[in-house]
């Protein structure tokens, strides 16, 4: 099948969640024999037409000119290319300002939303854009042959609100085939002497109720933030937290072997998600074989369960890091856990399994045109 992957900033991963899954998503549906094109911007560090098999075509983006305006525009390009192609399919990852212009898809193809974050993406602005995101929602159901997510609690409104069936696939990760602790002195670092955050530095995400936390424990281990430390909020951090000699910002690590290894010989791997796309992040955690600190909301618990630790604020953040130890028999049993979790459950050959059965109409019927499918109605 001829396969499009749309609403993401590009491939190789430079950005975040929503683009490593579509780097993943294409490579291993690349390696199924389908033919993949990922839609990137036209300022993506890579350039080139193709990577690993699958087909780039680069939009001018001007969102680093005009904000969210050049996001829409950007979209809007990319399905006006779309529509001079032959896809397919077509899998739409970020709907949020793609699925307005639903009505440009081509009827040729099928198409495929992932709605990922509809609590986290509205608990988190106001009023106004909650309205919008309401609406684009509502446009991403209409205009899709079906929808993916990867919560339960996403799927059930999708259903109850919609009376559409939405397909459940948790995404996942890969288990590491060995840990290198050299790879720690390129970092001044030494094995579980340090604790560490992976996150977007975005204030949605809510760094600083960790760093808070850190300043209030005052042991002076080290902490790492991993995450892009450009733009105004990350800058506005790094000078909070400047005269806090163990808090470093190490910036943006796209390096999947060191991510790995700075998670697996950390002390505690503290993850704060507010979007579901994050939930990458905290598979890859335990993937590391980390012991996890997590946010207390309901996607981290139905995912860790009782194998990791949750906080609320910045004072629960404070006594993890004076109390935990990786080395303690409990925590070294919650590593155990979490790692045959994503051995058995939460690994990418399932997700491409069941990604690759979303490309089948119901009951196997390979996938036919929908122009065919109302030759067949009539």
């Known amino acids: ?7 993401t900033r590009g491939i190789p991963n430079r950005y975040g969640g929503y683009e490593r899954l579509a780097e993943l998503l294409a490579l291993g549906l690349a390696g199924r024999g389908h033919e993949l094109t990922v839609y990137s911007p036209h300022n993506h560090t890579f350039q080139k037409p193709s990577w690993n098999g699958i087909n780039i075509i680069h939009i001018e983006d001007l969102e680093y000119k005009l904000g969210s305006i050049g996001r829409f525009i950007y979209n809007y390009n990319c399905l006006k290319d779309v529509r001079a192609k032959d896809f397919d399919v077509l ?7 793609i699925s307005v212009f639903g009505f440009l898809f081509p009827r040729n193809a099928k198409v495929i939303t992932l709605i990922d974050g ?5 608990a988190k602005h106001g009023k106004l854009m909650q309205q919008y995101l309401s609406f684009a929602e509502k446009m991403a159901v209409k205009h899709s042959d079906l929808i993916v997510t990867d919560a339960t609690s996403v799927e059930r409104k999708i259903s109850n609100k919609y009376e559409k069936k939405a397909v ?17 002195q390129r970092y001044n670092l030494s094995a579980g002497n340090y604790n560490m955050l992976f996150s ?9 109720e960790v760093l808070d936390g850190v300043v209030l424990a005052d042991n002076n281990v080290l902490f790492l933030v991993v995450g892009n430390d450009v733009g105004s909020y990350a800058l506005a951090l790094k000078e909070k937290y400047q005269k806090f000699k163990n808090i470093l910002f190490l910036g943006a690590i796209y390096d999947t072997q060191h991510l790995n290894n700075l998670r697996h010989y950390s002390n505690l791997c503290f993850h ?18 980390s012991l996890i600190v997590a946010n207390n909301n ?8 009782e194998n990791g630790y949750y906080f609320n604020d910045a004072y629960e953040v404070a006594k993890h890091l004076i109390k935990r130890k990786k080395s303690d028999a409990k925590a070294q049993e919650f590593i155990f856990n979490n790692t045959k979790k994503i051995a058995e459950k939460y690994n990418w050959r399932r997700v491409i399994d069941n990604y690759e059965d979303c490309l ?6 390979p996938i036919v045109k929908r122009t065919e499918l109302n030759q067949l109605e009539r």
């Open 298 to 305: 309901k996607i981290n618990k139905d995912l860790l369960g």
């Open 168 to 184: 459940y696939i948790p995404f996942g990760a890969e288990m590491p085939s060995q840990f290198d602790d050299l790879i720690l």
């Open 118 to 122: 509809l609590s986290g993406k509205q």
């Open 200 to 208: 977007k530095l975005i204030p949605e995400n809510r760094i600083e």
């Open 91 to 97: 899998i739409q990852l970020d709907y949020t300002t």
């Open 360 to 365: 089948l109409q119901p009951d196997n019927m």
């Open 272 to 289: 704060n998600n507010w979007a579901y796309s994050a939930n990458l992040a905290l598979f890859d955690a335990m993937a590391s074989g």
């Open 1 to 7: 099948m001829n396969i499009a992957i749309l609403g």
